[in-house]
């Protein structure tokens, strides 16, 4: 093997025959001892210490690069030896000196100078690797062995790696020749869809269980089977039943296999289950339906902004204002300078801290003053940069109008509750004071914002505040009001007569949520009550004495007092009497003729005195004076009749 077979050789191997050669060859002492005996020979003038001083690197790198027909350049050669350039230097001189190189310049650049071995040593390096060619080709063979060997361990390690990745995958995978043969399927494959392994290696892809449910889905198959050997990519989305009968959605794909010259040898076929994705789309379409139907039957505006705060979407705009008037434009190209200007003071603090935030606005737009409650939050990308805002927006003009009438109730009913007399409190289901006004807080010696929160524990004894609680409960579960007199000890120590109701509070939707309590301090008038009746009493006991027949009547002539002379003479039982007519006492012409003097005396608010005789109803005739006279109540008013009857029989007699 020559100089020019070597070089062929290298073409074939790469880097294989350098390494022979400088390890395995021309470092041999054989070949040393050759080079040193030419120096002898042709030298004898230089001694042999000039022999030690080779640097049989340098010497090794020239006669490889002269073999494998590489240029060597004196400025590159300390690279090659893995040295200074003096040393380079140094060990090209004494190679020269020996006679063994020689240099020259470069045609194409004067500042490069190649080295070459001169013939004499050209000549020994050919035919010392001549003489070794036989060597050299089996070295080259067992490299070549060698090689092989790991090649073929390398293939077997990486076949097995793609084993076990193209079973282990969740992917169902199968790979088939350019005709569409199968030559493998992986594991997921003959699970999902029953596929028979050994049945199938070697038949068409297309007729397998896989696709065997849809004529359609066949041809699909057949026709990206013939495109992608073709070499293109072919991709669709199926359906497919699994062998136990579910339905799965596929994404399935042909693609071509090439080899390092980029021929077709194989096609890959995958299908990748995309049911959960189908269901969250189909679920994501179902939500974007909702919202959309929600939005166009919700007075909500929504609305997205870039970061320069102009418009890029917006739905239900403020009223005077169309999607198309706003998208491209900011606040203050279409609201008065001042709302805009507060607008954007409060976007842009979103817009620079990230953090959402909530507020209520009365702007002026084209249908009148508008209050919105806006929620703005910051939007942001993939990777949590903020790209503009997301506006949420109600209309709550009138939900402000209705609490701004709200709060001027609420003050009537404040100032109502704390200019009256009454003391007046809510409490909640729990016992919790909700309000109490200023005289309920002065019986207990407070304000009345001390008291809201509180419960009847906090105020009271615990025997008095369980009695109330349990009242609440029999008043919430009953549905209706009580109404009872009451002691109650102030925060004076004074105690005090109440007249107190108590009535369920309901809410909105008609469901009790608590109590409330009204309660008047009827003290001063228990005490005119008892002295009026202690003065009814005495006026009583002083008409029932009297000898004389006495009885009030009102203005419709029922009797409203009589004395106990005047039922017995009428038969009347005293406590049955007030209440009744004349009719129900006396004849109806009697009754006419009294009722009608009754009217008369009403009329004309003057007293008739008379002198009668009467026979009542228990046979007896007396003879009487009958005194009448206009009755008048406090706000001197008309209220009735007085009649008194003095009996003369007896002195008439005489």
């Avoid at 020259?104 to 100078?113: A, C, L, T, Y």
Wanted: proline content about 4%; charged content about 30%; some cysteine.
């Amino acid at each position: 093997m020559n100089g020019p077979e070597l070089i062929h050789r290298r073409e074939e191997l790469g880097a294989v025959v350098p390494v022979i050669l400088r390890y395995q060859i021309l470092r041999r002492r054989e070949f040393q001892d050759v080079i040193q005996q030419i120096i002898l020979d042709r030298t004898a003038q230089h001694p042999a210490p000039a022999i030690k001083q080779i640097h049989w690197e340098v010497f090794y790198s020239l006669t490889e690069a002269n073999l494998t027909g590489t240029k060597v350049v004196i400025s590159d050669l300390f690279q090659m030896i893995n040295a200074s350039k003096s040393t380079a230097r140094r060990a090209l001189e004494t190679l020269n000196i020996l006679g063994i190189t020689t240099t020259k310049s470069e045609p194409n650049d004067r500042r490069r100078h190649g080295v070459e071995l001169t013939k004499p040593y050209l000549d020994a390096l050919h035919q010392f690797v001549d003489d070794c060619a036989l060597e050299f080709k089996e070295l080259i063979e067992l490299h070549d062995r060698e090689e092989r060997k790991k090649v073929e361990k390398e293939l077997q390690r990486v076949e097995a790696k793609f084993q076990t990745v193209f079973d282990q995958t969740f992917q169902f995978m199968a790979l088939l020749t350019t005709d569409g043969q199968i030559v493998d399927v992986n594991r997921a494959s003959i699970e999902v869809f029953g596929i028979d392994h050994s049945a199938a290696l070697g038949k068409p892809f297309s007729k397998t269980s896989w696709w065997n449910h849809s004529n359609d889905d066949m041809r699909n198959v057949e026709n990206a089977i013939k495109r992608a050997a073709e070499g293109s990519l072919v991709r669709f989305e199926t359906a497919c039943p699994t062998q136990d009968g579910k339905l799965i959605h596929i994404d399935f794909s042909v693609k071509p296999v090439q080899d390092a010259e980029g021929n077709i040898v194989n096609l890959v076929a995958e299908g990748r289950n995309i049911t959960e994705r189908k269901r969250a789309e189909a679920a994501l379409r179902e939500s974007e339906e909702r919202f959309r139907v929600a939005l166009e039957n919700s007075p909500v505006l929504v609305a997205n902004m870039d970061r320069k705060l102009k418009y890029t979407w917006i739905y239900n705009p403020l009223p005077g204002f169309s999607p198309v008037s706003v998208v491209g434009k900011s606040d203050a190209d279409l609201l008065k300078p001042e709302d805009a200007a507060t607008l954007t003071v409060f976007k842009k603090a979103v817009l620079d801290s990230g953090v959402g935030n909530r507020q209520a606005f009365t702007l002026s737009v084209p249908g009148g003053a508008t209050t919105m409650d806006i929620n703005c939050e910051p939007l942001r990308d993939v990777n949590g940069a903020i790209t503009g805002l997301t506006l949420a927006a109600t209309n709550i003009t009138e939900r402000k109008q209705i609490e701004e009438a709200l709060k001027t109730s609420e003050g009537r009913l404040r100032a109502l509750a704390d200019n009256s007399p009454l003391a007046i409190y809510f409490r909640d289901k729990e016992g919790r004071y909700i309000l109490t006004n200023k005289e309920f807080a002065r019986r207990h010696g407070g304000e009345p914002g001390d008291f809201p929160g509180k419960t009847p524990h906090d105020i009271n004894a615990k025997e008095l505040a369980d009695d109330y609680l349990a009242g609440d409960r029999r008043i919430m579960e009953a549905g209706t009001a009580v109404t009872r007199d009451e002691d109650f000890t102030y925060a004076d120590g004074v105690t005090r007569h109440l007249l107190s109701t108590k009535f369920p509070v309901y809410g909105e939707s008609g469901t009790v949520v608590g109590v409330g309590v009204s309660s008047l301090d009827i003290t001063d008038r228990k005490r005119m009550e008892r002295a009026l009746q202690e003065n009814e009493k005495r006026l009583q006991s002083i008409i029932d004495n009297s000898p004389n027949i006495i009885a009030l009547r009102d203005t419709e002539g029922r009797y409203l007092l009589a004395n106990k002379e005047h039922c017995r003479l009428y038969c009347v039982k005293p406590d049955q009497i007030v209440g009744k007519t004349l009719y129900d006492c006396h004849p109806r012409e009697i009754s006419n003729r009294r009722l009608a003097e009754d009217k008369e005396i009403l009329r004309t608010g003057r007293s008739v005195s008379a002198e009668r005789e009467v026979t009542y109803p228990n046979g007896e005739t007396r003879t009487i004076i009958l005194v009448k006279f206009p009755l008048f109540d406090g706000n001197d008013e008309l209220g009735g009749v007085c009649v008194i009857s003095t009996d003369i029989t007896a002195h008439k007699r005489q």
